[in-house]
């Protein structure tokens, strides 16, 4: 072979040598670029598995609040049910009360009528002392019992207003 011709081969083979070893330089370069692309990926995934970590811990804590939460409610709705059932008696007593109503209506007729009844006999009568003031007695028993039935009546009243005023103060 010519040396022309082997200087070139061999000047081809020294240029290829240069650029596998440029190629091999680059391929180091690129994996090192690779590799701290990498490593930059691998911290922030564990950041963001920090950070989840740490919401998960935040939404734990505000199941618990939730929780305790619900807790007080029901609690508080087992107070008004015990609120509701003490009206429940209030109002059945009240029932009772109003019940008595119409006997006071008509011990009310009735005064009425003895009234009326004294009325005309005492125009018609002079000399029967006695006989009136039995209808007197009658009336103040009468009086009494009304009188009676409405202390109680004003009780009641009393009792209605203070439930009232406790309900109006049940809150949170």
Same mark, same amino acid.
């Given at each position: 072979?010519?040396?022309?011709?082997?200087? %070139?081969?061999?000047? #081809?083979?020294? =240029?290829?040598?240069? +650029? &596998?070893?440029?190629?091999?330089l680059t391929i180091a370069q690129e994996r090192a670029k690779a590799n701290a692309v990498i490593r930059v990926v691998l911290v922030l995934l564990a950041c963001l598995a920090l950070l989840n970590l740490h919401f998960m811990h935040v939404m734990t804590q505000e199941?618990?609040?939730?929780? %305790?939460?619900?807790? #007080?409610?029901? =609690?508080?709705?087992? +107070? &008004?049910?015990?609120?509701?059932h003490d009206m429940t008696g209030y109002v059945a007593n009240m029932e009772e009360d109003i019940k008595l109503m119409p006997v006071i209506n008509e011990q009310m007729t009735g005064m009425n009528r003895d009234v009326s009844g004294m009325q005309a006999s005492l125009?018609?009568?002079?000399?029967?002392?006695t006989a009136m003031d039995q209808h007197v007695g009658s009336i103040n028993q009468g009086?009494?019992?009304m009188a009676q039935h409405f202390r109680t009546l004003n009780t009641n009243v009393g009792n209605i207003q203070q439930n009232v005023n406790q309900m109006s103060a049940v809150g949170p």
């Open positions: 072979m010519e040396p022309d011709k082997l200087n %070139k081969i061999l000047a #081809s083979v020294q =240029e290829l040598e240069k +650029r &596998v070893v440029q190629g091999g199941f618990r609040t939730m929780i %305790k939460d619900m807790v #007080s409610m029901h =609690e508080y709705f087992g +107070r &008004v049910a015990e609120r509701m125009a018609g009568m002079t000399a029967n002392v009086v009494g019992s």
